[in-house]
Every structure is written in C-alpha cells, then in structure tokens.
C-alpha cells in the first residue's frame, strides 16, 4: 500500500493504473476507522482492480462551534488497517493541499442541503458536496463507496455526481451497527459509559416505526409521534429532529409511500448521533 500526501502524485499514480484499464474503487473518509469504513473499504477491494481510501478531515463541512478539533483521528491506525484489508493507495492530504492559499470554488446542492441535517448545521452539505468532487476529480474512480448512515449525505452526493456530468457509479452500502443496534459512527467514541447505554433508542425508535409500517402503518405522523415519544422515554436526549422523507427529493411525506426515509438526530451528552431506516413500500 502507498500513502499519499501530496495531490500531484497521487493523481499521476493513478492515471497510470487508469491507462492499464484497472477499474478503480474509492472510499472517502475523516479516519479513526469502524466497521462501518472498513466494510466499504472491503466492497472497494473485492470489485476492483485498484483500491483508493482517502482519510481528510474536511474542515469546510465543519461550522465555527462544531466537533472539528475534537473530531478523533487515528491516522496510524487507520494506515495499518488499510494495509491489512489490502487496500491499494492510501490518500492523506494535509489541508492546505486540499484548500491551498486563494482557494474559491465551493459546490452548493441547493434545497437537498437544507434539508434534515442541513437545518441545524448550515454549510456542512456544501463543505461535503466540495470536498467529495475535489477528491472524485483528483482520484477519478469507477465506483464511489458510501455508507447509509450518512442517508442524506448520499442523495446529495449522487445528485452532484450527476449534475456534474461525472462518470462515477455510487454505490450506497448498509449501516453497520453495535449489537445494541446503534450505528457505528467516530462520533460513538463521544459517549460515556452512561450515555452509551441510552443511544441505542434512536434506531430502536426508528425499528419500530418501520415494523408499524410492515404490518400496514402509513401515516407518518403518527409514526413519527410514536419514534419521538419513544425516544423521549430515555432521559437527557434532546431530539434535533425526526422526518419521515421522500428518497428522491427529501420532501417530507404524509403518508409513507414509494421508496421512504425514515430519519433522525439526536443529541446526547457530547455527541450528535443520526440514523436513519430506509423502507420501500412497494417491496413489502
Ligand atoms: O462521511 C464522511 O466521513 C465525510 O462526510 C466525507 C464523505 C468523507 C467527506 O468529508
């Protein structure tokens, strides 16, 4: 595995893999790797020729009072990790090479941004959409690895993949969870014990709503009622918010119908925990 700092090399490096025809596999990342990371990392490996992950902690998706220089970093375990699941290239840029002097150029992905998370944390969609086409068109992939957990950050993503004309397949691969149920997320690490305990109520809310919904439940708020109250019944979480939302456009939904999100933030203790399940009506 090589680690690569710098965007020139890493760009030659890889137009040289690209001319021999190797399809090219790429997963980004802030680092401090879960399972949740290292089961794309391995989908990137097994469907490629060439494996590219990229750890940068992206301070434009970050605002003035957020987790930025708490967020936690591992780089060398990260590094080790990688090499274990056989990964290819290694891609870890300082931010000045990412945003050197004079940078100006930002991608904004107007009315999806705003929406569910984009309500309370304003810039971060437009420091993700930025940093992710800065990073497709230096490393060029065939295929773009992401996970579920972050449902939002993925309908943005593909809609600037293909807004922009960019010749990237994205695949979107399912949340890993705790045994408790609770997503895996470097955000976890946030929790104390106490807290610990009490995070799991988010997707066991959220499992309950879609189980309503399998036995025939359609009307989103009243499910949605039920998730807030349910996670209402564990002390000291403050609920950012729950929706209920079209996949396609994020709109919000009356009645659960076509392929739905079901998504939440909450807040506990230091960290702010999101989750979401994703339920086709059609299928069921
Ligand atoms: O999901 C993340 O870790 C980040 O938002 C991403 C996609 C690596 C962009 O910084």
Avoid: W
């Avoid at 965007?7 to 030659?12: G, I």
């Avoid at 004079?102 to 569910?116: A, D, H, P, Q, W």
């Amino acid at each position: 595995m090589k680690t690569i700092n710098n965007v020139k090399m890493f760009k030659k490096e890889l137009s040289g893999k690209r001319l021999s025809g190797k399809s090219i596999g790429f997963v980004p990342t802030m680092g401090f790797f879960h399972e949740g990371h290292l089961s794309l990392i391995r989908r990137a490996r097994e469907e490629n020729g060439v494996a590219v992950v990229s750890v940068f902690v992206n301070p434009a998706q970050f605002s003035a009072g957020e987790d930025l220089n708490r967020y936690p970093r591992d780089v060398n375990r990260d590094i080790e990790l990688a090499r274990k699941e056989r990964i290819d290239y290694f891609f870890n840029p300082q931010v000045d090479e990412m945003y050197p002097d004079g940078y100006k150029t930002f991608v904004e992905v107007e009315s999806l941004s705003r929406k569910l998370c984009g309500k309370s944390r304003p810039g971060h969609f437009k420091g993700v959409a930025t940093v992710v086409a800065k990073l497709l068109n230096i490393c060029r992939p065939d295929v773009l690895y992401l996970g579920q957990k972050d449902a939002q950050q993925a309908v943005i993503l593909k809609r600037v993949v293909a807004d922009l004309n960019m010749d990237v397949n994205v695949k979107v691969l399912p949340t890993v969870r705790e045994k408790d149920g609770l997503a895996m997320s470097s955000r976890n690490k946030y929790l104390d014990d106490d807290e610990r305990a009490r995070a799991p109520v988010l997707y066991k809310a959220l499992s309950e709503a879609e189980k309503s919904v399998k036995e025939g439940e359609r009307d989103a708020g009243l499910l949605l009622k039920r998730i807030r109250r349910r996670i209402s019944e564990e002390k000291g979480i403050m609920i950012d918010y729950v929706e209920a939302v079209s996949i396609d456009d994020l709109e919000s939904l009356d009645e659960i119908k076509g392929p739905a999100l079901i998504a939440g933030a909450v807040k506990l203790g230091g960290a702010r925990l999101i989750d979401n399940v994703l339920i086709n009506c059609e299928k069921l």
